[in-house]
């Protein structure tokens, strides 16, 4: 059984009654228990709106959700309280989303006193002490307010806040992005110790494949609301399948003159987030696109044993 699965997702959007933005497309993926997913793709390509989802914070379009075996959709709101406390999330800009009157001991334990108003109150505060220093915080930190940290430190005291309860899943939504280089490094590692440490798996979304190459275990390559292109991390960097992949690689990363594919480069506009598409829809940008990619269904296909594609040439020497 898997940590997290979505099963065929969707998410529709109603702007100003007239519009509809097509979020995400038949998404489906899986996240196993002490695994990283990095989920990467550009801006709008349904990032965010996929992590949220996992956890129910919004409701999708179509599709399910489970997690550890329960349908998320079908729980009653105690259920979901319950689950929350298994599944956490942690933002971009730690200070937006830390309560800037609330001292880090506050914030840390709050989690607790909603899920576990039982545990007694001196319970609690060793339990966030002991988080707090889990995260590489110094003790006196738990008296500050967030105003009173560092970027980086802001978010150490958002992963103890996201611990706390001891979550199987967290969704990382860009958490490092915000932070100078040199701390973006700490972090990650931070995060990578914690999940060997306590067994979490992590939805990592990332824009940026420098940050994701060295934490996931497995990719999934989100272009304009769908997967297009999953598998192992190290085979997806290796030997990129789709033409939005090698794109992307190759706008990022140093040519490998051992890689048997040239690079890919995308041309022309990509198709409005407002547009129904069913064919593909890297169409109209694709170095390698039919006619035929436009007037079929491109789904993502099976490609390999643990790897999927959704292109109807995969692979294909593009210009
Ligand atoms: N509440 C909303 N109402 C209308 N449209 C939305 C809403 N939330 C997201 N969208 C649209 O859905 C699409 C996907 O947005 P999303 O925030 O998931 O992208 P993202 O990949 O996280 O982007 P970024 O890298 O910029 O964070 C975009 O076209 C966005 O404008
Ligand atoms: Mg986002």
């Known amino acids: 059984m898997s940590l997290l699965e979505l099963t065929n997702v969707s998410k529709e959007f109603s702007v100003g009654g007239t519009t509809t933005v097509y979020a995400l497309d038949d998404v489906s993926l899986t996240v196993n228990a002490g695994e990283t997913l990095a989920v990467i793709g550009e801006s709008g390509s349904g990032k965010s709106t996929l992590g949220r989802l996992a956890l129910r914070l919004i409701e999708p379009t179509r599709g399910s959700v489970h997690f550890q075996g329960t349908d998320m959709l079908a729980l009653p709101a105690a259920g979901l309280r319950q689950l929350r406390a298994k599944a956490q999330i942690i933002f971009q800009e730690p200070f937006e989303s830390l309560n800037p009157r609330m001292r880090v001991a506050d914030i840390v334990g709050e989690p607790l006193a909603i899920h576990q108003p039982k545990t007694p109150a001196a319970d609690r505060r060793s339990r966030v002490a002991r988080v707090i220093d889990q995260v590489g915080l110094a003790p006196e930190m738990a008296r500050r307010f967030p105003g009173e940290l560092s970027g980086g430190q802001q978010q150490r005291v958002g992963i103890a806040r996201a611990i706390v309860t001891e979550p199987s899943l967290i ?64 085979r997806v960097f290796a030997d990129p399948q789709h033409p939005y992949t090698r794109a992307l690689l190759a706008a990022a990363l140093p040519v490998d003159p051992d890689q048997e594919l040239p690079p890919a480069r995308l041309v022309g506009d990509p198709v409005s987030p407002t547009e129904k598409v069913s064919g593909c829809v890297l169409y109209g940008r694709c170095p390698v696109g039919e006619d035929r990619c436009v007037q079929n269904e491109v789904r993502l296909t099976r490609f390999d044993a643990d790897r999927a594609v959704a292109c109807i040439k995969p692979g294909a020497p593009g210009s």
């Open 171 to 234: 969704v990382l939504d860009e958490p490092t992005s915000s932070l100078d280089l040199s701390v973006r490094a700490q972090i990650l590692q931070l995060l990578a110790d914690l999940q060997t440490e306590l067994g979490m798996g992590y939805l990592f979304i990332s824009h940026d494949i420098h940050t994701v190459r060295y934490v996931s275990d497995r990719i999934a390559v989100m272009y304009r609301g769908r997967v297009v292109e999953t598998g192992p991390s190290e």
